[in-house]
């Protein structure tokens, strides 16, 4: 007897609860799978500068291109180390869907940040160096996404700067509290030393110090390269006018540098490993794929890319052997 009178209430409960989803799949929302039709993603970015931007749209595109409808919480930490942690730790307390790390340190902040909600990153430079993952096939944790180091990159361009420009001594600029700078930098002296070229380097904490540091690297070096290196890359434009003011070949390390001034890179497009990690996204909100088990990838495409007007400016003659390989833009 007692047990009808149970359960004559919770039926009478169920009843008076319809409209809540009581005895229904369906969720909040009205998707009857129990999948948000919304998801929301926290975005975060280390610094603001063309790549990195897009970076940006062409995961919001790849997300698009695959049917999840997106809100997205976008934060920019202006550098700033402080913020940059201060955002991740909001996403995580927001409880967010998803992480959307564009940058070392962005994804960096945001692992610190929580170890349950899923993680993509772009734009790192060495995932397994800054222990975002295991390993490039196995990510494990709650972290994949896509690098922006192309195995052949810097030995290119060493080789370019050596052979072709001639340079015995090559500048570097980059901020050492960033830890994709630093392997970054590694590599460059090992690929150097192989050509007997001598690294020359100057180091900066914030953009405002780079035009300084470019300054007082001309005199010193035959030819500058600037990595991939936020802080850097963010005031391009000073190390260009530096550059272009002491007819300084500035060899870069992507290619929106190219296009603000820079004479030339071995590059891809960012926008192409956004795209990549916005597929990994999709896999995870829309597939239920866990980040430990989808791969982290490399960018699919280098290419040389050389900018006529910077090279006049530079006092670079472009030669016809270049012309051959390279993408010439005015």
Not at 33 to 56: W, Y
């Amino acid at each position: 007897m007692k047990k009808r009178m149970i359960s004559a209430a919770a039926a009478l409960l169920c009843t008076a609860a319809f409209l809540s989803g009581c005895g229904s799949s369906t969720s909040s929302n009205g998707n009857e799978s129990g999948k948000k039709e919304e998801v929301k993603i926290g975005v975060t970015q280390i610094v603001q500068h063309p790549s990195l931007d897009e970076a940006f749209k062409g995961f919001k595109q790849a997300l698009k291109d695959k049917g999840v409808k997106a809100k997205y919480d976008v934060q920019n930490a202006q550098g700033d180390q402080n913020n940059n942690q201060t955002i991740a730790n909001n996403f995580a307390g927001d409880k967010v869907d998803l992480i959307f790390a564009n940058s070392t340190p962005s994804a960096l902040g945001a692992l610190n940040a929580t170890k349950q909600i899923p993680i993509v990153f772009t734009s790192v430079t060495d995932p397994v160096d800054a222990k975002l993952v295991k390993s490039m096939d196995k990510p494990g944790g709650n972290v994949t996404g896509t690098t922006d180091t192309h195995p052949d990159a810097i030995p290119k361009s060493i080789k370019f700067i050596g052979d072709e420009l001639g340079a015995k001594k090559v500048g570097t600029i980059y901020n050492s509290g960033e830890q994709n700078s630093a392997v970054q930098v590694k590599k460059l002296k090992e690929e150097a030393a192989k050509s007997g070229i001598k690294v020359v380097e100057s180091s900066v904490s914030t953009s405002a110090e780079v035009k300084q540091a470019a300054e007082s690297l001309a005199g010193k070096v035959d030819a500058l390269y600037i990595i991939t290196d936020n802080t850097v890359v963010s005031a391009l434009e000073s190390v260009v006018m530096v550059s272009k003011s002491k007819h300084l070949p500035l060899f870069v390390g992507e290619l929106d540098s190219v296009k603000r001034g820079g004479f030339a890179a071995y590059g891809f497009s960012y926008y192409d490993i956004g795209y990549e990690a916005g597929i990994k996204a999709s896999e995870i909100l829309k597939d239920g794929k866990k980040p430990a088990d989808i791969p982290v990838d490399y960018p699919q495409k280098l290419k040389l890319v050389i900018n006529e007007k910077a090279a006049g400016d530079m006092g670079v003659t472009i030669k016809d052997s270049w012309k051959k390989e390279a993408e010439i833009i005015k």
